[in-house]
């Protein structure tokens, strides 16, 4: 049977690993659970495993693991990036990486959507006004996402989960993503345009990697531009937009914004964007949901199943070709 090590700390483990993960566990594989997650045990426990399952808490695998020409076979990262997890030169050596990161994304569109809807209707501000002794003359009024304009930055996972989760409202969906081609946006049904473009939308996510042509991709100047009272999320990375000019922007009322990624983090904000109306704070938890963070390490596990029977690639399933553009 194969074996597969999970080096993960306990606590980690209930967090990633549901019932039925485990009974899929206990069915087809040999099993070894880390009682810690030092290096020195995760090192030990991966010399004698075909499979490693980990996650968040994980140190990194030194490439030492795998000098011999043996150990594992796959590591299957029952969480988002696998960047800090595994050296790239070890998927030389053909080992085969899983991550969850596609799972996570689906929470993450859910995210964003809620943000939307919550702004867009100027629920905040509504709540804000009734805690103030107001009722319905507050003097604005919310508006719909409904065949509205959004503009995507990025193609990534959590892009495409947005992507699938605004097509009921009949959005006009413009991506902008230098590696989109053309057939690829024709599948997601969406157009493609270019930053200055995409960002002249009523609302704007950002889902671009963490990568050093992403870092001040949205400058202040692209923030100007934005239409009045434009909606913008950020649930991807602080650095790939004007922190402080966004916030300008949006403490003179101009746009609203939901930020759940900072530069850095964890921010310092000054009592006036505290008590800000238009703009929604959440400390980096977009992706975190209960139900998303147990279907993890069953996500991953799926796909080295088949892989380990196949070779086949499953969703989960890290592409060499495109590590370096990847989250």
């Given at each position: 049977m194969t074996r597969l090590a999970v080096v993960m700390t306990p606590e980690r483990a209930d967090d990633v690993i549901s019932a039925d993960t485990r009974e899929l566990l206990a069915q087809n594989f040999d099993v070894s659970w880390a009682e810690d997650v030092s290096p020195e045990t995760v090192a030990a426990l991966a010399k004698d495993s075909d499979v490693l399952l980990t996650s968040w808490g994980t140190p990194h695998l030194d490439k030492a693991i795998w000098a011999d020409g043996n150990g594992p076979k796959a590591v299957a990262h029952a969480a988002g990036s696998v960047k800090r997890l595994i050296d790239p030169a070890v998927l030389d050596q053909g080992v085969a990486v899983f991550s969850a990161g596609g799972r996570i994304a689906w929470s993450v569109g859910e995210y964003c959507l809620a943000a939307m809807l919550t702004l867009a209707r100027r629920l905040p501000r509504f709540d804000a006004a009734i805690r103030e002794?107001?009722?319905?003359?507050?003097?604005?009024?919310?508006?719909?996402?409904?065949?509205?304009?959004?503009?995507?930055?990025?193609?990534?996972?959590?892009?495409?989960?947005l992507i699938a989760i605004l097509k009921p409202f009949g959005c006009d969906l413009v991506v902008y993503d230098p590696y989109l081609t053309g057939a690829r946006a024709k599948e997601l049904g969406v157009r493609t345009a270019s930053l200055e473009e995409t960002l002249q939308s009523g609302f704007v996510s950002l889902h671009v990697p963490d990568v050093p042509e992403t870092k001040g991709l949205v400058t202040r100047k692209l923030i100007e531009q934005l239409p009045d009272n434009a909606v913008v999320i950020n649930s991807s990375r602080g650095p790939a937009i004007d922190q402080q000019a966004l916030l300008d922007h949006v403490l003179d009322g101009r746009i609203y914004a939901a930020l759940d990624v900072y530069d850095p983090e964890p921010p310092k904000f000054d009592e006036k964007t505290l008590a800000a109306p238009n703009l929604l704070l959440t400390p980096h938890v977009a992706g975190d949901t209960k139900e998303g963070h147990l279907a993890l390490a069953g996500y991953v596990l799926a796909d080295v199943l088949k892989w380990l029977d196949d070779g086949s690639r499953g969703p989960s399933f890290v592409d060499p070709a495109v590590w370096s553009i990847g989250a």
């Open positions: 002794g107001g009722w319905k003359q507050t003097g604005f009024r919310g508006s719909e996402i409904a065949d509205q304009q959004v503009g995507i930055l990025g193609a990534s996972s959590t892009a495409r989960a």
